[in-house]
């Protein structure tokens, strides 16, 4: 299984990173906060939703930090995967609240949330361990990417233990197509396009060309 580079080296590349990047540009995020502070719809309804939703309240708790994620086809070997499922969740809305109300108090929710899940997470795995990874790593990355890129409030300590986490918890099941013992048909239909989301999200945040080589091989010839 190829695995990333240690957090903090960049491989070099003929092409410069963009950041922010992987689902959101600067541009695309100034463009959402001026439609959603607008009355113009259907942003202006679709705001409200979002902000009314629970992963997006100023309030917001952690659900819940475990060592060990694991997501199964019988519930009764699943574990803490509806906490990890709502932190991701709640990390990159929180992020994008900020981003459109300029209120930090969202910062530094999606920051706690990012900080603590990168300090204890240390393995993510089960049958159904590539969606786990995939769908969710990819709201804590996106989040992990808005906050880290339009604002220098991210300590540079918290930067490189939640990029550790990344590579070494998140990445290696997102990128598993080699059948295992616990994984025995990965990379199909929509662990395939899931573990692909993260595989280059986190190319993107780490600066990582192998991690975008290896998922666009993986899509185009897998």
Request: charged letters at 20%; a negative charge.
């Amino acid at each position: 299984m190829r695995l990333l580079a240690a957090a903090g080296t960049v491989l070099l590349t003929a092409h410069a990173w963009v950041h922010p990047g992987i689902t959101n540009s600067k541009d695309d995020l100034e463009r959402l906060a001026t439609l959603a502070k607008s009355d113009a719809e259907p942003w202006k309804s679709a705001y409200e939703a979002f902000a009314a939703d629970e992963h997006s309240a100023k309030g917001y708790e952690l659900k819940g930090l475990c060592p060990y994620v694991a997501r199964t086809k019988e519930s009764a070997t699943t574990v803490c995967m509806t906490d990890f499922a709502h932190d991701a969740g709640a990390a990159l809305q929180q992020s994008l609240m900020w981003i459109i109300t300029d209120d930090e108090a969202y910062l530094d929710n999606s920051l706690e949330i990012l900080n603590e899940w990168g300090k204890t997470l240390k393995k993510v795995n089960g049958s159904d361990a590539q969606l786990a990874a995939g769908l969710s790593g990819s709201n804590f990355v996106n989040a992990a990417e808005i906050v880290r890129h339009m604002s220098d409030k991210w300590a540079e300590d918290d930067i490189e233990t939640f990029s550790n986490m990344l590579s070494t918890a998140i990445y290696p099941p997102a990128e598993q197509h080699i059948p295992s013992e616990e994984q025995s048909v990965p990379w199909i239909a929509n662990w395939g396009t899931a573990g692909a989301k993260l595989v280059l999200a986190a190319g993107v945040f780490l600066e990582n060309q192998t991690a975008i080589d290896t998922a666009k091989e993986l899509m185009l010839h897998s």
